[in-house]
């Protein structure tokens, strides 16, 4: 299996706000990273070089973040990155179901050389190695396998998440979406090793897919002709497709027990751009307690169980207290904070008081001044 | 592949093969220009970033000393912007040919062992630098400077301390800056203006003069000792530049540990908008656990800090652990201070180990020396 495909987003990343900046798999993660760079990164430590990317809406950030792929050693002669946006509506060659992006990733994916088709979205965070599951796909000669992770559903992660039920034998009997609450069930991750020409003939037709249409209505409906097995991941999983989750899985990385895993720098690294912002100041009054602060910003108020991404600025006597501070955030001199999440370039003026609940975190939309 | 009929006004040749003995232990597995500096930077990336952002993108750099790290950091340098198909950086380590293969002996046997690349390029100028300064500089200013004095040979120099002067190159010139004398670390110095090691020559006379250097077999065929100075006893027309800016030779514990803290107080170096960019590799952010303490400090990514950390600069990946205390220092990448351990004025190079309660340094009010401690580099 040497070939990636990446299917459109769930949907663009909705805050409530219903400003739409960017699509899901550019979502800010960790103070560092975009989702995407899990999923590239992943790819590229399991030896696949050859990645389709079939963009949805909102998908200029995107772009932009992987460019040609040179971060992720995807800048590739021959295989690399490959684009498959969508055409504009006049400027169709066949006015038919071929134009679409996913027809179009189909046709290059039958001519490249592979037996296999690792199919996934970009809006999930982890850390694996494809090329064991691939082990199992070959050794089990399964048409799909399907990558899963057990763990219990927080309310939070119940849109957008499919789950299955798997027989003794490994076989996947089920696929469903809106699990229950609060119980451990087997979490389809977004991620499945597919034959080529099974996933060729399966999509077709389809004028758009996205992973949740994928698993629950595509492959839900071949459970009985095709041989779909399961794979188990016993890593860490998170899934943002809200606002919730972001807040939620995003102060997860404060965990060591979450982060390190995740990040495992010795041997699968996760790689994203890279830019040339200075190391991060610290004034002589900065208090800081666990926190993790990305490069660039500068700190001279209190933080305390934070996020804070790049080239952000916290004044002093500020205190930011359980918030996500998304990059060119300023935050001004006294200003109160908790339970907030600011979008980048956000302003909050001196002596402001912006507080949220932990099961309601106060987003600031882009570029606001508060 | 050098496609002829590409040319350059200007290519710039770094020197960056020098042994940088005196930063021992440092510099035992790493060139001097390959340390790492002010957290994420490493020595070399402001003059690469000098040339780029000065509209120079053809730069030879010539290495000698313990070359494999620094060639595997510029690598085709795209961090800088200089891999590019006509032009860019050039690695020039020495080599050998058909009937001789030498090391080179001076800065100015350097130069002349790669004026066929230059040659390549048929510039009009040459800038010379060092690559173990810490500065930032616009020498296209200093070229057009150049051009208008019309000039053979143009050296940059700065204003240094009276008191400090005879511990630099000095340069005594008229009124118009026409430099009239070279005087090396003189007990009496006459000015106050030092070289700052950086030339731009007219590519003719300096293909002269090194040709002239080469063939005289007691010169030590180096640029301050023996090239300048017989340009300047044959008459050609050589002017100072003067920089006013931020500039520093980090060529001894003390400097260096110097110019890292000059990165505290304004890690722009009074130029926000000049960038200085640099080769890094994506590495989470840093974490300050819920015992950490950071006060007037600079840290990069992946730090992971339980104790407490004050006036001191910490490059990527460094952990101090509970109960630990770090204060003005210089901590290179991946090193480890383990509980309880109190490091003071020191500079930590990259993957050192400091064990359990070990106190390492010296208080500097009391008359004490930077501490340096050995990485791990094997």
């Given at each position: 299996?040497?070939?990636?495909?990446?299917?459109?987003?769930?949907?663009?990343?909705?805050?409530?706000?219903?400003?739409?900046?960017?699509?899901?798999?550019?979502?800010?993660?960790?103070?560092?990273?975009?989702?995407?760079d899990?999923?590239?990164?992943?790819?590229?430590?399991?030896?696949?070089?050859?990645?389709?990317?079939?963009?949805?809406?909102?998908?200029?950030t995107?772009?932009?973040?992987?460019g040609?792929?040179?971060?992720?050693?995807?800048n590739?002669?021959?295989?690399?990155?490959?684009?498959?946006p969508?055409?504009?509506?006049g400027?169709?060659?066949?006015?038919?179901?071929?134009?679409?992006?996913?027809?179009?990733?189909?046709?290059?994916?039958d001519?490249?050389?592979?037996?296999?088709?690792?199919v996934?979205?970009?809006?999930?965070?982890?850390?694996i190695?494809?090329?064991?599951?691939?082990l199992?796909?070959?050794?089990?000669g399964?048409?799909?396998?399907?990558?899963?992770?057990?763990?219990p559903?927080?309310?939070?992660?119940?849109?957008?998440?499919?789950?299955?039920k798997?027989?003794?034998?490994?076989?996947?009997s089920?696929?469903?979406?809106?699990?229950?609450?609060?119980?451990?069930?087997?979490?389809?991750?977004?991620a499945?090793?597919?034959?080529?020409?099974?996933?060729?003939r399966?999509l077709?037709?389809?004028?758009?897919?996205?992973?949740?249409?994928?698993?629950?209505?595509?492959?839900a409906?071949?459970?009985?002709?095709?041989?779909?097995?399961?794979?188990?991941f016993?890593?860490?999983?998170?899934?943002?497709?809200?606002?919730?989750?972001?807040?939620h899985?995003?102060?997860d990385?404060?965990?060591p027990?979450?982060?390190?895993?995740?990040?495992?720098?010795?041997?699968?690294?996760?790689?994203?751009?890279?830019?040339?912002?200075?190391?991060?100041?610290?004034?002589?009054?900065?208090?800081?307690?666990?926190s993790?602060?990305?490069?660039?910003?500068l700190?001279?108020?209190k933080?305390?169980?934070?996020?804070?991404?790049?080239?952000?600025?916290?004044?002093?006597?500020?205190?930011?207290?359980?918030s996500v501070?998304?990059?060119?955030?300023?935050?001004?001199a006294?200003?109160?904070?908790?339970?907030?999440v600011?979008?980048?370039?956000?302003?909050?003026?001196?002596?402001?008081?912006?507080?949220?609940?932990?099961?309601?975190?106060?987003?600031?939309?882009?570029?606001?001044?508060v | 592949?050098?496609?002829?009929?590409?040319?350059?006004?200007c290519?710039?040749?770094?020197?960056?093969?020098?042994?940088?003995?005196?930063?021992?232990?440092?510099?035992?597995?790493?060139?001097?220009?390959?340390i790492?500096?002010?957290?994420?930077?490493?020595?070399?990336?402001?003059?690469?970033?000098?040339?780029?952002?000065?509209?120079?993108?053809?730069?030879?750099?010539?290495?000698?000393?313990m070359?494999?790290?620094?060639?595997?950091?510029?690598?085709?340098?795209?961090?800088?912007?200089?891999?590019?198909?006509?032009?860019?950086?050039?690695?020039?380590?020495?080599?050998s040919?058909?009937?001789?293969?030498?090391?080179?002996?001076?800065?100015?046997?350097?130069v002349?062992?790669n004026?066929?690349?230059?040659?390549?390029?048929?510039?009009?100028?040459?800038?010379?630098?060092?690559?173990?300064?810490?500065?930032?500089?616009?020498?296209?200013?200093?070229?057009?400077?150049?051009?208008?004095?019309?000039?053979?040979?143009?050296i940059?120099?700065?204003?240094?301390?009276?008191?400090?002067?005879?511990?630099?190159?000095?340069i005594?010139?008229?009124?118009?800056?026409?430099i009239v004398?070279?005087?090396?670390?003189?007990?009496?110095?006459?000015?106050?203006?030092?070289?700052?090691?950086?030339?731009?020559?007219?590519?003719?006379?300096?293909?002269?003069?090194l040709?002239l250097?080469?063939?005289?077999?007691?010169?030590?065929?180096?640029?301050?000792?023996?090239?300048?100075?017989?340009?300047?006893?044959?008459?050609?027309?050589?002017?100072?530049?003067?920089?006013?800016?931020?500039?520093?030779?980090?060529?001894?514990?003390e400097?260096?540990?110097?110019?890292?803290?000059d990165?505290?107080?304004d890690s722009?170096?009074g130029?926000?908008?000049?960038h200085?960019?640099?080769?890094s590799?994506?590495?989470?952010?840093h974490h300050i656990?819920?015992?950490?303490?950071?006060?007037?400090?600079?840290?990069?990514?992946?730090?992971?800090?339980?104790?407490?950390?004050?006036?001191s600069?910490l490059?990527?990946?460094?952990?101090?652990?509970?109960?630990?205390t770090?204060?003005?220092?210089?901590?290179?990448?991946d090193?480890?201070?383990?509980?309880?351990?109190?490091v003071?004025?020191?500079?930590?190079?990259e993957?050192?180990?400091?064990?359990?309660?070990?106190?390492?340094?010296q208080?500097?009010?009391?008359?004490?020396k930077?501490?340096?401690?050995?990485?791990?580099?094997?």
């Amino acid at each position: 299996m040497n070939v990636g495909l990446c299917l459109s987003d769930l949907q663009p990343q909705t805050f409530g706000d219903g400003s739409n900046h960017r699509t899901a798999s550019a979502t800010h993660f960790a103070g560092h990273f975009r989702l995407i760079d899990f999923m590239l990164s992943n790819m590229v430590n399991s030896g696949i070089y050859t990645v389709a990317i079939v963009l949805g809406s909102q998908y200029q950030t995107l772009l932009s973040h992987i460019g040609a792929g040179r971060e992720w050693d995807l800048n590739r002669s021959v295989g690399g990155v490959q684009y498959f946006p969508q055409y504009p509506g006049g400027d169709r060659r066949f006015n038919d179901v071929r134009d679409e992006p996913i027809q179009r990733a189909l046709l290059y994916l039958d001519e490249v050389k592979a037996e296999n088709v690792l199919v996934v979205d970009g809006s999930s965070a982890y850390n694996i190695d494809f090329r064991e599951p691939l082990l199992q796909h070959v050794a089990t000669g399964a048409d799909v396998t399907a990558i899963y992770v057990n763990k219990p559903v927080l309310e939070i992660d119940r849109d957008f998440t499919a789950y299955c039920k798997i027989e003794r034998s490994g076989r996947v009997s089920e696929i469903q979406s809106d699990p229950p609450a609060g119980e451990p069930v087997n979490q389809c991750m977004g991620a499945y090793i597919v034959k080529k020409t099974v996933l060729i003939r399966l999509l077709s037709r389809e004028r758009s897919c996205d992973m949740t249409k994928f698993s629950c209505q595509v492959l839900a409906g071949t459970l009985k002709s095709l041989k779909v097995i399961g794979w188990e991941f016993s890593g860490y999983f998170a899934r943002i497709c809200s606002l919730p989750t972001f807040f939620h899985y995003n102060m997860d990385m404060l965990d060591p027990q979450n982060r390190e895993p995740l990040f495992d720098f010795n041997s699968r690294r996760i790689h994203t751009r890279v830019h040339d912002s200075t190391p991060t100041k610290y004034g002589q009054d900065a208090d800081v307690q666990n926190s993790i602060v990305a490069n660039g910003c500068l700190i001279e108020g209190k933080i305390e169980n934070c996020v804070v991404f790049r080239n952000v600025k916290v004044h002093a006597g500020a205190v930011v207290r359980n918030s996500v501070l998304q990059r060119e955030t300023v935050i001004g001199a006294n200003a109160e904070l908790n339970w907030i999440v600011t979008d980048k370039q956000v302003i909050v003026s001196e002596s402001r008081t912006l507080l949220g609940y932990k099961t309601h975190p106060v987003y600031i939309e882009r570029g606001k001044i508060v | 592949m050098i496609m002829a009929g590409y040319y350059k006004e200007c290519v710039a040749m770094l020197l960056a093969g020098g042994s940088g003995s005196r930063l021992m232990p440092l510099t035992e597995h790493i060139a001097k220009p390959a340390i790492s500096f002010g957290g994420k930077y490493r020595i070399i990336d402001f003059t690469l970033s000098n040339c780029v952002h000065s509209g120079i993108d053809t730069v030879g750099v010539l290495t000698q000393y313990m070359p494999m790290y620094l060639h595997d950091y510029i690598g085709k340098g795209h961090p800088w912007d200089l891999d590019l198909m006509n032009g860019g950086v050039s690695l020039l380590p020495p080599y050998s040919s058909g009937e001789r293969s030498d090391w080179y002996s001076g800065t100015a046997n350097s130069v002349y062992q790669n004026r066929h690349f230059i040659e390549t390029y048929k510039p009009v100028y040459v800038l010379v630098l060092a690559g173990d300064h810490v500065y930032k500089m616009d020498y296209s200013l200093m070229l057009d400077s150049h051009k208008k004095r019309g000039a053979d040979c143009s050296i940059a120099v700065i204003d240094v301390p009276k008191k400090d002067a005879s511990r630099y190159g000095i340069i005594n010139t008229d009124a118009r800056d026409k430099i009239v004398e070279f005087e090396e670390k003189p007990a009496k110095p006459k000015s106050s203006l030092a070289s700052m090691g950086i030339y731009i020559f007219n590519w003719d006379s300096l293909k002269e003069y090194l040709e002239l250097d080469n063939r005289d077999e007691q010169s030590d065929k180096d640029f301050g000792k023996n090239v300048l100075p017989a340009m300047l006893a044959a008459g050609l027309k050589m002017f100072a530049y003067r920089f006013k800016g931020y500039w520093k030779d980090v060529g001894t514990h003390e400097s260096l540990w110097e110019a890292n803290m000059d990165m505290l107080v304004d890690s722009t170096l009074g130029m926000p908008d000049w960038h200085v960019l640099s080769r890094s590799r994506s590495r989470p952010p840093h974490h300050i656990g819920q015992t950490g303490r950071v006060k007037n400090s600079l840290l990069a990514s992946d730090c992971q800090i339980s104790g407490v950390v004050e006036n001191s600069i910490l490059s990527r990946g460094v952990v101090v652990e509970d109960a630990a205390t770090v204060r003005n220092s210089i901590v290179m990448s991946d090193a480890v201070i383990k509980r309880g351990a109190v490091v003071e004025y020191a500079i930590l190079d990259e993957r050192s180990v400091i064990e359990a309660k070990a106190v390492v340094g010296q208080q500097r009010e009391s008359g004490g020396k930077i501490t340096v401690v050995a990485g791990s580099w094997t």
